[in-house]
């Protein structure tokens, strides 16, 4: 299975970007890039996914690079609210099964 | 809709004593799933089952047992706890797979401790 790194750890003041960046270099042609988030005491939660093109959807987006190494996953405006774990999970098309690595820490500052 | 429920939310067991973790989802999903969680790790697939009456292994699978008997419930057994088995555990369901975007939903967890 193709793996993702993660810093371990960002901080963010609250009201500004977040940009959170995950390499993949082993990423196959047909592996999909998906970003979940766990907040404290919670589940994971389905933030946004894509394949080769940039995407956008209402809680954040994600940028894929030209040669697809790596992506950034983009919260345009942190709040408190967003602090939590974030995963970047690369699913190979035809399966079901995702491979959690630690994650990235997101603190946020007020 | 309730999505993903697990119970109980909390557990302490003895070594030595069993248990059964009760998943419950009402999107009517044909997957499901069980995670462990320990401190500071991402989440491990324990095991998963793609319909009714079928389950498979995960990466972590050994000291586990699961049940699928109905398409709304996924269990997870413990039949001999180990204190190793000290972990948050969580649940999730998602659509057929082949789909793009095979979004996973998942439980509130079921935080385990056994001494």
């Known amino acids: 299975d193709a793996k993702t790194t993660q810093p371990n750890s960002m901080e963010s003041n609250e009201e500004e970007p977040v940009h959170l960046p995950c390499n993949h270099s082993t990423i196959s042609g047909t592996d999909y890039i998906h970003w979940y988030r766990q907040l404290p005491s919670q589940g994971p939660e389905y933030v946004i996914h894509g394949l080769t093109s940039n995407v956008n959807n209402r809680m954040a987006s994600l940028a894929i690079a030209e040669d697809r190494k790596s992506s950034t996953l983009i919260l345009h405006r942190a709040t408190l609210r967003d602090a939590a774990v974030y995963y970047c999970?690369?699913?190979?098309?035809?399966?079901?099964?995702?491979?959690f690595g630690t994650g990235t820490r997101l603190k946020v500052l007020a | 809709n309730a999505g993903v429920t697990q119970t109980p939310k909390f557990r302490v067991l003895k070594t030595g004593q069993s248990m059964t973790l009760l998943c419950a989802q009402d999107?009517?999903?044909?997957?499901m799933y069980w995670y462990r969680q320990d401190p500071g790790m991402g989440l491990r697939l324990i095991h998963y089952?793609?319909?009714?009456?079928?389950?498979a292994k995960g990466e972590v699978p050994d000291g586990y047992n699961v049940s699928r008997l109905k398409k709304q419930n996924f269990l997870l057994g413990l039949e001999s706890a180990a204190p190793s088995q000290t972990s948050v555990y969580f649940c999730?369901?998602?659509?057929?797979?082949?789909?793009?975007?095979?979004?996973?939903?998942f439980g509130p967890g079921t935080r385990l401790t056994v001494l």
């Open positions: 999107m009517n999903h044909e997957y």
């Open positions: 089952s793609v319909g009714e009456g079928t389950t």
């Open positions: 999730a369901s998602s659509r057929h797979p082949w789909t793009e975007q095979n979004e996973q939903f």
């Open positions: 999970i690369l699913r190979g098309s035809g399966t079901y099964k995702y491979i």
